[in-house]
């Protein structure tokens, strides 16, 4: 059974811009409130499905039920053998409609315990307002209410869906909290989920269900044992970002491989870490093993996992790297790379793709330590010249490659690969061979500290683009009768500037003003452009084209 769920928003997919394409199947719709009734009517109406809902504090027009809609107040329905307990209203905070105090709302969910035993249990809870410590916030407004929690740890419903807390998620997985056997889901906006028909009360949807034995996080020792890596840096602390963290050293059957935590483990614990990030509370560094690109938690395995449930991206963390030893490229190049980063303490990643190339990066940072020395005329230390290095010198020249998009030319590779290849011919090697018809020495000096001096005088979005324009000269032969059709054709083209049909040897003259990369030759790309533009076009019999050498042009004006 598809369901849909909705609150606190109108999504123009589901009203303005409605498509019932997009929602095939649904068989039951469950409003969690603050929305308005037109809203609620339209989707019942649209959908052809029976709608539940529930009010918020913020419902001030629902005196009678919209038109096709069930109003579920601190009440039980059930439809298609699910069982839906519907609970409305938020904390008390000023006095107005749909307020409630814990005591109040505690009172209204005993006053329902006869039934949820009759029933044994409870297959849906929907609400406006959260259970206390799980996706609420701190403000008397969108605080969650305790005895949610105590009827998600005594009834074990399958899915509780709440709205009130506005949220806006990159991923659907960050609506859902599992507490226990329970799916907590902020259905803020709308959210579209699936039940297993075969499901009884209390069981978890087969969309989310996990096994004890499965998706749990990576072992760090397996990992270590796999990669041989027990050499250690100390990489001090850093910011690390979240999603890179896949794994735990002693607790990786506590948590899934999102970090999430699992049903045997009490949530307690969690709840208070995450209050305290709520509250702007300062806690300490978690403590990170590293192999590779990946991190493992030694300790901070709840602040890890609450960060990722509030959405942070990243983490504050003092991490061990450890080197792997095999003997594998990969491996080679690593330990490299790990050289690397010791010699230059750069907080930054720099990630080269071929063995040997890190060694031509320290050469330039040792060169550039000796202009600096002579500058302030006494010694530099290295760290201090690389991160100057990297400032003044690596991260300019990455912004031109970037803006010139050359990485689109060279899969697999990276920005530093190009920066490498081009730095090291240009000012290590001043290799006469490293000539594309842009000129690649008007936009990058031919020794590094010029290029330094060039770009300390420009800002960012002043800096050169590996681009040029070519200009070229398309003579092309026609089929009789065709030559206004292919003028006209010709014309539409951007790239084309003037189009001219002839008498002569040849039909029509196109004047053609193309864009080229550091990478391309004139040649190429002119070509390109002539095969897949021109030579495509229905008529054309042959072409032929010419590309200036030494030019002059009168302005407009001077004609």
């Keep these: 059974m598809r369901v849909l769920t909705v609150s606190d928003r109108v999504e123009p997919i589901l009203y303005d811009q409605f498509d019932r394409r997009q929602f095939e199947n649904v068989e039951l719709i469950l409003a969690c409130g603050d929305l308005p009734p037109e809203y609620l009517s339209f989707l019942a109406d649209r959908l ?61 969910i005993q006053r329902l315990r006869p039934r949820l035993w009759r029933r044994k249990g409870i297959d849906i809870v929907m609400t406006h307002a959260p259970p206390r410590h ?172 609450a960060a990722k449930e509030l959405g942070f991206g990243e983490i504050q963390a003092r991490v061990t790297e450890f080197i792997p030893s095999k003997g594998t490229l990969e491996n080679l190049l690593y330990r490299e790379k790990a050289k690397f980063d010791d010699q230059t303490q750069l907080p930054y990643t720099i990630e080269l793709t071929d063995f040997g190339q890190y060694d031509h990066l320290i050469d330039q940072i040792s060169q550039h330590q000796e202009f600096l020395a002579k500058q302030v005329a006494g010694a530099v230390p290295f760290p201090d010249a690389a991160k100057d290095w990297y400032d003044t010198i690596y991260r300019p020249l990455i912004a031109i490659i970037k803006k010139g998009g050359l990485i689109e030319h060279f899969p697999g590779r990276t920005l530093a690969d190009l920066y490498t290849f081009i730095s090291v011919h240009q000012w290590d090697r001043n290799d006469p061979g490293l000539r594309y018809g842009i000129g690649i020495s008007q936009l990058v000096p031919k020794t590094m500290e010029a290029f330094r001096s060039k770009m300390a005088k420009l800002k960012e979005t002043q800096y050169p683009e590996m681009l040029r324009e070519i200009t070229a000269f398309v003579l092309i032969n026609v089929e009789a009768k065709k030559e206004i059709r292919l003028v006209d054709k010709l014309f539409k083209l951007d790239e084309v500037k003037e189009v001219h049909s002839v008498h002569g040897n040849v039909d029509v003259i196109a004047k053609v003003v193309l864009k080229r990369d550091l990478v391309s030759s004139d040649a190429e790309t002119i070509g390109d452009f002539v095969h897949k533009k021109i030579r495509q076009i229905s008529g054309v019999v042959s072409s032929q084209t010419l590309i200036p050498g030494y030019s002059k042009q009168k302005d407009k004006e001077e004609l």
């Design 48 to 108: 052809n499905a029976p709608l539940y809902f529930v009010r918020g504090n913020h419902d001030l027009r629902h005196d009678r039920p919209p038109g096709g809609c069930t109003h579920l107040a601190h009440d039980i329905a059930e439809f298609k053998g699910k069982s839906i307990l519907g609970l409305e209203g938020s904390r008390w905070y000023n006095g107005g409609p749909n307020q409630y105090t814990e005591r109040e709302m505690y009172w209204k």
């Design 134 to 305: 799980i996706h609420d916030a701190e403000d008397r407004c969108h605080r969650g209410f305790k005895s949610f929690r105590w009827l998600i740890e005594k009834y074990s419903p399958a899915y509780f869906v709440h709205g009130h807390i506005h949220a806006h998620f990159s991923d659907d997985a960050q609506r859902i909290t599992l507490v226990n056997r329970t799916r907590v889901i902020n259905t803020y906006g709308y959210y579209v989920f699936d039940i297993d028909e075969k499901n009884v009360a209390g069981e978890l949807l087969k969309r989310f269900r996990q096994p004890e034995d499965s998706l749990m996080l990576k072992s760090f020792k397996e990992i270590q044992k796999k990669e041989a890596a027990y050499e250690t840096r100390d990489r001090g602390i850093r910011s690390v970002a979240l999603k890179q963290i896949v794994g735990s050293v002693g607790r990786y059957h506590d948590f899934d491989e999102r970090f999430r935590i699992r049903p045997h483990v009490p949530v307690e614990r969690l709840d208070k870490v995450k209050s305290a990030m709520r509250a702007g509370k300062a806690l300490p560094p978690v403590k990170l093993f590293q192999i590779k690109k990946e991190y493992y938690a030694l300790d901070g395995n709840h602040r890890i996992a």
